[in-house]
């Protein structure tokens, strides 16, 4: 039998090779389609073959984000995965995917946000990896400063995804979060987001604009932001875990100058908020070969694939056991750092407004990206965006 399955751009490679194999031993074929590099571009791709009920695609990549929006076109995965696979992954991984007593989708790896930054620089400048967003921001400018002054005069402080998308919404939830300012909405679905926190850090990003980014910052995403960093000159990364496996592959600049820590905090006493990430797999409702793709499924979700990806492309496990592996460890040696990003990490609000998750991210990183580009007053604006957002729940 052929399935037909859609891996993510970013992931392409190693989510085919762990495809791949499946068919090779199974007997089966395999078709990949490849999501649109924006993520965000892939959703009205699936809406379509939703509304047409196509049995094209089989199996689905799907963003957290976006488990409570499509569930309703997802199969229910209790008598497709026996329990005791599903009890292998940490538990708070599957329960998001448990929407309406069925288990819409199984967890594939998990994204939180890290900071990378240049080891090696750090040690030069007699620094330690920055706690505080503050001390973020005058260490990057110093060392920024410093390496200018001796010679590369391209050299940046901090690379992160400015531009006007999701990967917006992952970062100004982060900033907002780390300063004890919330999630845009609270769990139960009001508007947050007006809080002095919100302006602090709003007004934080918008000065590191053209001091220590570069202006193109606002266009950045995922993998223009690493490009950045991976050709040297940036002193600290904000991006997912991936950036270990593509910064230490062999033949990079950046090969052991790279350090990896939990993202930055506000002040004392408030916690690193890493925004959560995590990615699944889902089988379409309208595939007509649901347990062969099922199947691929359990294969790719489970530890030996799970294990791969950990140790070719850095990607952060689901299946708990590979946090203790000694392959694994040996290849990521920040995985116990990474699990407590992981459970220490803020989800995004798709929870609470489920099939309107995707209209409130997008009044929400507009605003932001308005906001950090322009110079307008900023708890104004924040104030106009707590308005709109109150319309978007509405809407609902
Ligand atoms: O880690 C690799 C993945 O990075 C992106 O996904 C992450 O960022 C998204 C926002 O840009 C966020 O919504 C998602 O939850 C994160 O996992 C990228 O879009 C993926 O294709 C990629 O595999």
């Known amino acids: 039998e052929t399935i037909s399955m859609f891996c993510s751009a970013t992931d392409y490679e190693l989510c085919e090779e762990g495809a791949q194999k499946w068919a090779k031993s199974s007997g089966n074929e395999v078709k990949i389609n490849r999501t649109p590099q924006n993520l965000d571009d892939a959703i009205p791709i699936y809406q379509q073959l939703f509304a047409s009920k196509s049995a094209d695609v089989d199996l689905l990549y799907v963003d957290v984000i976006w488990l409570g929006m499509m569930k309703d076109h997802f199969s229910d995965l209790v008598s497709l995965v026996p329990e005791a696979e599903v009890k292998a992954h940490f538990a708070s991984a599957t329960d998001a995917a448990r929407i309406d007593d069925k288990l819409v989708a199984m967890p594939f790896y998990i994204d939180t946000g890290l900071m990378f930054y240049r080891k090696d620089l750090l040690e030069k400048y007699g620094k330690q990896a920055p706690k505080t967003w503050d001390e973020l921001t005058a260490t990057a400018k110093e060392i920024q400063d410093g390496e200018r002054k ?90 997912w875990p991936y950036v270990w496996g593509t910064s230490q592959a062999q033949g990079g600049k950046l090969v052991d100058k790279v350090g990896v820590s939990a993202l930055p905090i506000g002040a004392d ?80 609000p798709s929870a609470a407004t489920g099939k309107n998750y995707n209209r409130v991210s997008r009044t929400f990183y507009r605003a932001v990206h308005d906001i950090i580009s322009g110079t307008g007053d900023v708890a104004e604006e924040v104030a106009q965006l707590e308005k709109k957002l109150k319309r978007d729940v509405k809407a609902n």
């Open 269 to 348: 006493g408030q916690k690193s908020s890493g925004a959560l990430g995590t990615a699944y797999l889902a089988v379409s409702k309208y595939s007509a070969k649901q347990e062969k793709a099922a199947e691929l499924l359990r294969y790719m979700v489970g530890l030996e694939d799970q294990k791969m990806r950990a140790i070719k492309g850095g990607y952060n496990p689901t299946v708990e056991a590979l946090y203790t592996d000694a392959d694994v460890l040996a290849k990521i040696p920040f995985m116990p750092m990474a699990k407590a990003a992981f459970e220490e990490s803020v989800a995004r």
């Open 150 to 239: 001796a010679g590369n005069a391209d050299m940046w402080g901090y690379a992160w995804q400015g531009r006007s998308y999701e990967g917006l919404t992952c970062d100004a939830v982060e900033w907002i979060a780390a300063g004890g300012g919330g999630t845009i909405l609270s769990d139960k679905g009001e508007v947050t987001i007006n809080n002095p926190a919100t302006v602090a850090a709003l007004t934080r990003a918008r000065g590191w604009i053209d001091t220590i980014s570069p202006k193109g910052v606002l266009n950045y995403d995922e993998e223009s932001s690493r490009a950045l960093f991976e050709s040297g000159n940036a002193v600290f990364h904000r991006n």
